[in-house]
């Protein structure tokens, strides 16, 4: 009988506890027998392995970091490296492995590690996109694909999922989560760990997955990349911790730390943060690894010497040095020195070996190496499939005046822009092992979608002109070349064109290497030279249709007023262009909804939905001086969270409560009608909002409870209720309990988080 077959007849005959009791029992059988195991491996060993344990050198093809670890074969042999990071490929792969169960004395495996973000070769749009699918299925998907992929081509362990809550556009790296939401952030978190791990990390194909950057990144001060971060211990607890504990609470293996500081103290060496908190009080059993050179940093931090900040991040609860070697350098010294205890730099090991041991190393440290899968799974036809399903999903309408979309099939279409026949920018900042080179552009997809549309195209603007952009991206491998032909010439080319065409289809944004690390910008509007295009564009007046790729959100009020439909399509990954184009011809009708808000300007940075109430609140049209608000701008959003439009449109009923008052054991039940009352079928992510109204410490205006991704047949109505219970009215208060108040809350549903019905309930004592 087959051991899940067994387990669920347990639990028919016997119960649930039955069923956990022994499976309670199956772990702690499996944690003994690796218990054995890595005693006894341990009791061979000397300090200099030990320590070699914790030791993570980049050797293979990427940089992300200012040093490259030199000697690392060497090291190997001497028994010097726990696991190395960016080499994959099975043979680059096999020739590593090798080295060390072959020519190190203890034959320990090593874990190979790498960047696998949104895709390992087949890529998956950018997370920031992948977020606005609001789609855990095909979320938790993309990390399965890339997990098949990866482990096939050699590695084991994934630098991924990146859970930062970003709530500053400025910030490059908001492109690699999953926007501004703690209650979404948590589930994608979640999804994206089940992706990499399964349910087992014995299967050959699950990897282990690595939360990161622990913690607070994304709130690096003037969105500057590396900055500082302060922030209150209540705003941590209840908007941005919860994803990080949801990836530990779903069982990821690894966490990666930030580079920022937390109260004081960078992460690295922040005892609080990695010990108190991730180990005592949320449980977390596997290893913590520090971020590319993040201990030798800890000196510019002004922290100490090498040999103070390494000995103070490993007794913190950082396991694995990540390229820097501090702990190689200096931790032997610091033993001896009695600044660090052999009990620290045991558990560090032992985690590591743990890891190794969960996934099956021992038994087979070529495990992870398989050729003939590599090459039968790789961007296969079924991955490639697949990737355009989530591309399309993670597709966001910000506008669509006078239906000018989907394209007319007789139109003549002219399509303009430096991003309209690009393959090089398809697949995004963090694409690895992604090969550009396999991607389809927006003019070959059209081709592909829609062969009889006829379309000119031109270029109209170089991608990037500005000078300092150029330059620091241009170092970093944008490799983009102006053209030949003066701007003037080249808008005026593109003018024609529009003009003699029935729409225009202008694709702009960002060049894919202004997003990711270290790209944080000042501004957020449209570069200078694409906006002159666009302003030439609409002075013809013909339909302009705006197809964005970018990393983050843009500042696009010029844009909203005058272009008559706007399409964020991120960077959408190696099927961007087939995706694009199903979605502008309509065999896809768009359903992303944004998982960041997009703000008028810069100056409104912060912008996010979730705020508090001032003392002083604004209603937005008063003219009374002494409000919370600007004498230039509104305070309202451009686009807020939770929106996208549909080429349908959907009416959603006033809310009906089944009661008013909820208690603990009783929760109620809120329903509204959503009705598709335009003239296509399509998706709508019903969104519900909770308020709490009056509590013992300030409370945002809404929060993200819940949501329903529905599908409804042009004229079709359904019926969508959502089960409010009291454990959802929880939040951590001034004492950092994790409590509900008594009282009044609101109550909102609506398709985004700004236009809503609304409904009040009690929450009885
Ligand atoms: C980044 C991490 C990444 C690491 C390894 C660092 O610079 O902050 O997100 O996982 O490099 O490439």
């Known amino acids: 009988m087959k051991k899940s077959t067994s387990l669920f007849l347990l639990a028919a005959l016997f119960g649930t506890n039955a069923l956990f009791a022994q499976q309670k029992k199956a772990a702690a059988g499996t944690d003994q027998k690796m218990n054995t ?77 790498y960047d696998v973000v949104h895709g ?64 979404l952030g948590s589930l994608i978190a979640a999804a994206m760990v089940k992706g990499y791990q399964t349910n087992s990390l014995s299967n050959k194909d699950a990897i282990l997955a690595c939360v990161k950057h622990f913690a607070l990144y994304g709130a690096a001060e003037a969105g500057r990349d590396y900055n500082t971060t302060d922030m209150s211990l209540i705003k941590m607890y209840n908007e941005y911790l919860p994803p990080y504990k949801a990836a530990v609470d779903a069982g990821a293996e690894s966490v990666m730390v930030s580079f920022n500081d937390i109260n004081g103290t960078p ?56 390229v820097g070697e501090g702990f190689l350098l200096t931790l032997k010294t610091s033993l001896q020195e009695k600044k660090i205890t052999q009990a620290v730099i045991d558990q560090a090991c032992r985690r590591i070996l743990e890891a190794k041991y969960k996934l099956g190393l021992f038994a087979d440290p070529y495990k992870y190496i398989d050729e003939e899968r590599a090459k039968t799974e790789i961007l296969s036809q079924q991955n490639r499939f697949d990737a355009k399903r989530i591309a399309e999903a993670s597709m966001v309408l910000l506008k669509n005046n006078n239906q000018v979309l989907p394209l007319k099939n007789n139109a ?31 003019m070959e997809g059209l081709k592909n979608v829609a062969p009889d549309l006829d379309i000119t195209y031109t270029k109209g603007a170089n991608l990037v002109d500005d000078a300092a952009i150029l330059k620091q991206i241009n170092a970093n491998g944008a490799d983009i070349v102006a053209d030949q032909k003066s701007p003037e010439d080249m808008i005026s080319d593109a003018v024609s064109a529009a003009k003699k065409a029935d729409v225009a289809v202008v694709v702009l944004g960002e060049s894919a290497l202004m997003g990711g690390e270290a790209t944080s910008r000042t501004s957020l509007d449209l570069l200078p030279n694409q906006k002159d295009l666009l302003k030439a564009l609409t002075a013809t007046g013909k339909p302009i249709v705006l197809v964005l790729m970018n990393s983050r959100p843009l500042t696009l009020t010029w ?88 080429y349908t449109t959907f009416a959603i009923s006033p809310i009906k409560l089944n009661k008013k008052t909820i208690s603990a054991a009783s929760p109620i039940q809120a329903t509204v009608e959503v009705k598709n009352t335009g003239n296509f079928d399509g998706e709508e992510v019903v969104q519900l909002y909770i308020q709490d109204i009056y509590g013992s410490v300030t409370r945002p205006v809404k929060e993200l409870k819940g949501f329903q991704k529905i599908s409804l047949k042009k004229g079709e109505s359904k019926m969508v209720t959502f089960t409010v219970t009291a454990e959802m009215l929880k939040f951590y208060n001034a004492d950092l309990k994790f409590v509900n108040e008594p009282g009044d809350f609101n109550l909102f549903i609506g398709g985004n988080s700004r236009d809503v019905a609304q409904a009040t309930f009690n929450l009885s004592k």
């Open 267 to 322: 992460a690295t060496a922040n005892k609080w943060l990695l010990t108190d908190l991730l180990r005592k009080s949320w449980g977390f059993k596997g290893f913590v690894v520090s971020d590319y050179t993040g201990i030798n940093e800890l000196v510019a931090h002004g922290l100490g010497d090498l040999k103070t900040v390494s000995a103070r991040s490993l007794a913190a609860g950082t396991d694995m040095d990540m």
């Open 120 to 183: 390992h070769k087949t890529i998956f749009p950018i997370p920031l996109g992948l977020s606005a699918s609001w789609d855990m299925s095909l979320i938790e998907k993309s990390a399965r694909i890339a997990a098949r992929e990866a482990s096939a081509d050699g590695l084991n362990w994934t630098f991924s999922p990146m859970v930062d809550i970003a709530r500053d556009p400025r910030w490059g790296r908001i492109s690699e989560g999953s926007g501004e939401d703690p209650y």
């Open 412 to 442: 003549k279409i002219a399509l303009i822009g430096p991003l309209a026949n690009n393959k090089r920018d398809m697949i995004g900042n963090w694409s690895a092992a992604g090969d550009w080179k396999q991607a389809i552009g927006v």
């Open 559 to 646: 844009e909203d007023a005058n272009v008559t439909a706007i399409l964020e399509t991120w960077f959408s990954g190696t099927e961007a262009g087939n995706a694009i184009a199903d979605v502008l011809v309509g065999n896809y009708n768009p359903a992303g909804k944004l998982t960041t808000t997009f703000p008028r300007s810069v100056g409104q940075i912060p912008l996010y939905y979730n705020h508090k109430s001032t003392g002083r609140p604004y209603d937005g049209v008063s003219n009374e001086k002494f409000k919370s608000r600007y004498i230039d701008s509104t305070n309202d959003p451009l686009y807020p969270f939770g929106y996208g439009l549909s």
């Open 37 to 113: 195991y890595i005693n006894n491996l341990m009791s061979k060993m000397t300090l200099d392995e030990k320590i070699g344990q914790l030791n993570l050198p980049a050797v293979g093809f990427d940089v992300t970091g200012p040093i490259l670890s030199e000697g690392v074969d060497e090291k190997i042999q001497k028994g010097l490296v726990g696991g190395v990071f960016n080499t994959f490929t099975p043979q680059a792969v096999r020739k590593l492995q090798e080295l060390a169960v072959t020519k190190s004395r203890l034959k320990i495996p090593l874990l190979f590690g």
